[in-house]
């Protein structure tokens, strides 16, 4: 069964950093590409980052550009996002998902809140 | 960027209506163009890859379909568990951006 389990979540201040991780089972983690996706509270999905199966391949969110960086230890089968120079604005849930071969999501993890405030 | 509207962003209906949600790419997508729905609380769920396949488990209910800028979901007969949001997401360039759902509620 495909597992994906987030943790890191938590309450930062403004301008503060927190990291997430990710912990797959259930697939051979090195064999797909991994997504951060988040959701602010009553709003809609924002896609945020995207790595590739060899970690070499990352794209950012204008958004998150040059404050988060996502990364991910296949030897650990574990997706990470480090995010800094946090904004009011990140307050969001953060979900982890696996990318299929045609660009979907087809597992999400359950998420994990994210809280900037002072 | 391309941005996607879905329409409309909620609609009320009752246990056995077909329902009808529509999504539109801001440029031609081809059929790279997905369906996910979230249940309060949980996270979302893909149920149509590709404008029109269906994702292993999900119900037959469900239809995706369309090409290049207009795309369509369609659930036959609505069940009590469909009661939730739905988003479509373009995967036509990296980071694919998602539409703004759309609340399917009870009448």
Not at chain 1, 26 to 47: D, I, N
Not at chain 2, 3 to 23: E, H, K, N
Not at chain 2, 37 to 53: R, T, W
Not at chain 2, 93 to 98: A, E, I, K, M, W
Request: proline share 3%.
């Amino acid at each position: 069964e495909v597992q994906l389990v987030e943790s890191g979540g938590g309450l930062v201040q403004p301008g503060g950093s927190l990291r997430l991780s990710c912990v797959a089972s259930g697939f051979t983690f090195s064999s797909y590409a991994m997504h951060w996706v988040r959701q602010t509270p009553g709003k809609g999905l924002e896609y945020i980052s995207v790595i590739f199966n060899n970690g070499i391949g990352t794209y950012y969110a204008n958004s998150v550009k040059d404050r988060f960086t996502i990364s991910r230890d296949n030897s650990k089968n574990t997706l990470y996002l480090q995010m800094g120079s946090m904004r009011l604005e990140d307050t969001a849930v953060y979900y982890c998902a696996r990318g299929s071969i045609g660009g979907n999501f087809d597992f999400w993890g359950q998420g994990t809140l994210v809280t900037v405030s002072s | 960027d391309i941005q996607m509207t879905q329409s409309p962003s909620s609609l009320s209906a009752s246990v056995g209506d077909r329902v009808t949600i529509s999504c539109r790419a801001s440029q031609n997508i081809n059929t790279k163009l997905n369906w996910y729905q979230q249940i309060p609380g949980k996270a979302p769920k893909l149920l149509i890859y590709a404008a029109s396949s269906l994702q292993s488990g999900v119900s037959s209910r469900f239809r995706g379909s369309g090409s290049g800028t207009d795309f369509t979901l369609t659930i036959s007969s609505l069940q009590p568990e469909d009661f939730a949001t739905y988003y479509c997401q373009q995967t036509y360039y990296t980071l694919g951006t998602f539409g703004q759902g759309t609340k399917v509620e009870g009448k």
